[in-house]
């Protein structure tokens, strides 16, 4: 069974950063991309970013593009969100998520492409 933990999440002031990181145990984690989505209060759960397994590629939605870098440390099984001047409208559950399919050549926006999801850390940004 895989199991993923997200960590990192607080408040912050609009503008600051965080770092967010999403430690992975129970399969080979350098063989799947990973992904992180948020989901804000009333909202559906969306993409935020995607990573392949080896890390070469990665995905942003257009929102978070120039402030948000997806990263990951295969020898730590772990993969980083850090976030940079965030805005009130990231305020958000964020989730980590592991791709279903080993070694996918480009990284996954898709939400039923990931069949783990770690609990979610809070992101709250006051303006």
């Known amino acids: 069974q895989v199991q993923l933990v997200e960590s990192g999440g607080g408040l912050v002031q609009a503008g600051g950063s965080l770092r967010l990181s999403c430690a992975a145990s129970g399969r080979t984690f350098t063989r799947y991309g990973m992904g992180w989505f948020r989901q804000a209060p009333g909202k559906e759960r969306e993409f935020v970013a995607a990573?392949?397994?080896?890390?070469?590629?990665?995905d942003y939605t257009d929102s978070v593009k120039g402030r948000f870098t997806i990263s990951r440390d295969n020898a730590k099984n772990t993969v980083y969100l850090q976030m940079n001047s965030l805005k009130a409208e990231d305020t958000a559950v964020y989730f980590c998520?592991?791709?279903?399919?080993?070694?996918?050549?480009?990284?996954?926006?898709?939400?039923?492409?990931?069949?783990?999801w770690g609990q979610g850390t809070q992101v709250t940004v006051s303006s």
């Open positions: 990573i392949t397994w080896g890390g070469s590629r990665t």
């Open positions: 998520a592991a791709d279903r399919t080993p070694l996918r050549g480009v990284p996954t926006t898709w939400h039923d492409n990931y069949n783990y």
